[in-house]
């Protein structure tokens, strides 16, 4: 029992060694092993029957035969066995393996023979395998220029190939869309004949920025297949073989020929609303001449017409009756109010014309001299003041004081029916690029919906009867701000209060 199980181990064993090993690398020489004895054979056979030079053709073929089908191991293995059974079988003395010195060369002929055959059957082989190669190469790159293109026909964007003479070889479905030729059409073609190309630089500077950066982009205008013109945004990437040399050119197209036409019709329309601003600014000027011109000449005959009738007034008074007082009394009136009037047109006008003086000025110490102008007119009043921290801004002093005297008057003018009056004053944030100050007071306030009429020039939201002014306080206050890259604006309701804000721009460099 121990024995026959020993047996079957050693079996096994030595079964599992042999299969252990490749299949696929023994049969070239069982390949070599039966076709030198199939060729052994027929010589042997055409031995019998009396031919006797056929023995080294049918060696040479079994050794050609394992050389082309198993390689250089098998032609090897054939050799050896085809010059050992040439020896035995066909060499005096037969059926030995001994070799006399007069068959030496039939040997070294038979293995030149041998040799030239393997080398030959090696070279065919590694020529089939590179052939292969390449076949199997150009197979998995057609599937990916498959893929690629059909990638590209997905697009709506124009993309076509062509090579360094411009003819194309590839055209996906955007540029049939776009140009209106089919693939069919279009490859074959000349891509700058086809398209009717119009360049921005001569195409000798584009070829050269081409190859010597391997892209270029630009606008071209192209021609359509029904002969209208497009505008594109082309963009062109060179393509080089692994020695560096270029074989073909990526042409993507955008159609930019309406964003073309707005741009220039925007370019068109700066170009008149230059000239018109140009005008306007022209008129503003000769409108705030006139207005300082016409402002100035008033004064003479204003100052004639209100001290005559003072004097008439002093000369008269006896002899008038309260009618006729209360006549001279509404002309002098008048006179001041027109007096008034003409001197804000005049500081009006000013402010558009003057030259600012810009410097770092502290908007707190600018309230305090404004406060200290406004109280003087309302001593006998009850106002509570709440004024906060304030900062510094940059422009014109005098300009910015005025500012501030016209919005806190305004505020002390419209509380006077309040008492005690409460104005507050107090630093704003709105705007990152902006700074400036609020002032809040518990007046007679305004409709919102008239908001827009307050900056303007002699307008008025109450009766002159019940509040003096001329009505360009607020707009002397808005032109103030605009000179400073800054705005001016109110919130309130009527019978609540208002608060007015006016602001600077943060800049130094600010043009004022």
């Known amino acids: 029992m121990d024995e026959a199980s020993t047996a079957a181990r050693r079996r096994m064993a030595w079964s599992a060694s042999f299969s252990g090993k490749p299949v696929a690398a023994l049969w070239p020489y069982a390949l070599a092993v039966l076709s030198v004895s199939f060729g052994l054979g027929i010589a042997l056979l055409f031995q019998r029957l009396g031919f006797r030079a056929g023995q080294v053709p049918l060696l040479l073929f079994a050794v050609a035969t394992s050389s082309w089908y198993g390689g250089t191991g098998a032609a090897a293995l054939a050799f050896l066995l085809s010059c050992l059974a040439f020896d035995y079988f066909f060499t005096e003395p037969l059926y030995s393996l001994y070799i006399v010195p007069a068959d030496i060369p039939y040997f070294i002929v038979f293995a030149l023979f041998a040799a030239l055959i393997t080398w030959f059957s090696a070279v065919r082989r590694r020529v089939e395998r590179d052939l292969r190669q390449a076949r199997e190469h150009l197979e998995i790159e057609v599937v990916q220029r498959t893929r690629q293109a059909s990638l590209l026909n997905l697009t709506h964007d124009t993309i076509f190939v062509r090579d360094m003479d411009d003819v194309i070889t590839y055209w996906n479905r955007g540029a049939e869309e776009l140009y209106g030729w089919t693939q069919e059409q279009a490859t074959g073609k000349d891509a700058h004949e086809l398209l009717h190309s119009v360049f921005s630089t001569p195409i000798e500077q584009i070829r050269q920025e081409l190859l010597r950066t391997g892209r270029w982009e630009g606008a071209l205008h192209n021609a359509r297949a029904d002969g209208t013109t497009v505008m594109v945004a082309s963009r062109w990437s060179l393509q080089r073989d692994e020695r560096g040399r270029p074989t073909a050119i990526l042409e993507t197209n955008n159609d930019i020929t309406e964003r073309e036409r707005r741009a220039e019709e925007i370019r068109s329309l700066n170009v008149e609303l230059g000239k018109r601003t140009a005008q306007l600014e022209a008129s503003n000027k000769e409108l705030e001449a006139f207005a300082y011109s016409v402002s100035h000449d008033l004064r003479a005959p204003l100052r004639h017409m209100a001290g005559f009738s003072e004097l008439l007034q002093k000369n008269i008074a006896s002899q008038l009756d309260e009618k006729s007082r209360r006549y001279i009394s509404t002309i002098l009136e008048a006179s001041r109010r027109m007096g008034a009037l003409i001197d804000d047109l005049l500081s009006f006008s000013r402010i558009g014309r003057a030259e600012a003086r810009k410097s770092m000025v502290s908007l707190g110490q600018l309230v305090e001299e404004a406060l200290a102008e406004v109280r003087r007119d309302a001593a006998d009043r009850e106002i509570i003041w709440k004024i906060g921290e304030l900062p510094s801004a940059y422009g014109d002093r005098s300009m910015l004081r005025l500012a501030l005297v016209n919005l806190i008057s305004n505020a002390v003018k419209f509380t006077r029916t ?95």
């Open 418 to 512: 309040r008492s005690p009056a409460t104005i507050e004053i107090g630093p704003i944030d709105h705007d990152p690029d902006q700074l400036g100050l609020f002032i809040r007071d518990n007046g007679v306030g305004f409709d919102m919906k008239y908001r827009n009429k307050l900056f303007g020039v002699f307008q008025r939201l109450h009766a002159a009867e019940a509040f003096e002014g001329t009505g360009i306080g607020l707009a002397t206050v808005l032109r103030i701000a605009h000179r400073h890259g800054g705005r001016a604006w109110a919130e309130g309701a009527l019978g609540e209060g208002a608060t007015f804000y006016f602001s600077v721009s943060k800049t130094s460099e600010y043009k004022i």
